[in-house]
């Protein structure tokens, strides 16, 4: 069984720019999260889907970034524009419950930076 | 605000002893605690989940307790080896928070041979 796959594995742009990050779940997770990581501070929430339909985007920094996950299967996040406290690695992670109980499994993450 | 604290230094630890790591919580009540391995370049893999409920849990090597008294959980990695050298993260969740993981920075564990 295929795990959780991200695209790109590196990205490097400009302050300005436009950044999609995608992201796979495992096949038959409805549950989807993204997370960053930003250099020497601890992963951080940024969003959560069920299917296709975002439960919880409390974690979004600002409305520079946009996730969709359209028919409930892969998910994107755009940056646009990108600003330097951008830089980071995003995580991807999925799950088949989201009770704080279930296991995620996570990509390998994009790493992201901004010049 | 909630805040999860673990030691930011690295453990050095010799091959075949045991290695422990601690996790501190304060200003939250977790229902679950959940721990993580990460290597470089890579992302988290799942060890071990405890519930508020459950004083200890164990896997293979592994054991996990949670002291809701001390707000603290402790990982255990008995009978250590150079394999199981990488960063070790605790991420509670409870309803405040959605159940969404808050995350600690991790603590980098080093078995030396």
């Known amino acids: 069984e295929a795990g959780v796959t991200q695209f790109p594995s590196h990205s490097v742009i400009e302050k300005g720019q436009t950044v999609t990050l995608r992201c796979d779940p495992i096949s038959g997770h409805d549950n989807l999260y993204w997370y960053r990581r930003v250099m020497g501070k601890e992963i951080k929430f940024l969003l959560h889907?069920?299917?296709?339909?975002?439960?919880?985007e409390s974690g979004m920094p600002n409305n520079r970034f946009l996730a969709e996950r359209t028919g409930g299967t892969y998910s994107t996040l755009k940056v646009q524009p990108a600003e330097l406290e951008d830089s980071g690695v995003y995580f991807c992670a999925s799950s088949q419950g989201a009770i704080g109980g279930e296991t995620q499994y996570f990509g390998p993450g994009t790493r992201l930076l901004v010049l | 605000s909630q805040k999860i604290e673990q030691n930011s230094e690295a453990l050095n630890i010799q091959e075949g002893k045991t290695a422990t790591l601690t996790c501190n919580y304060t200003n939250y009540s977790p229902a679950y605690l959940q721990w993580y391995r990460q290597d470089p370049g890579r992302g988290p893999v799942f060890l071990l989940l405890i519930r508020e409920n459950e004083k200890e849990k164990r896997k293979e090597r592994l054991k996990v307790t949670f002291d809701t008294t001390l707000k603290q959980s402790l990982f255990h990695i008995t009978a250590s080896q150079p394999a199981d050298s990488a960063t070790y993260l605790c991420a509670p969740s409870s309803m405040d928070s959605n159940y969404q993981l808050i995350w600690g920075a991790g603590t980098k564990l080093i078995i030396k041979p």
């Open positions: 889907f069920v299917k296709e339909s975002k439960q919880d």
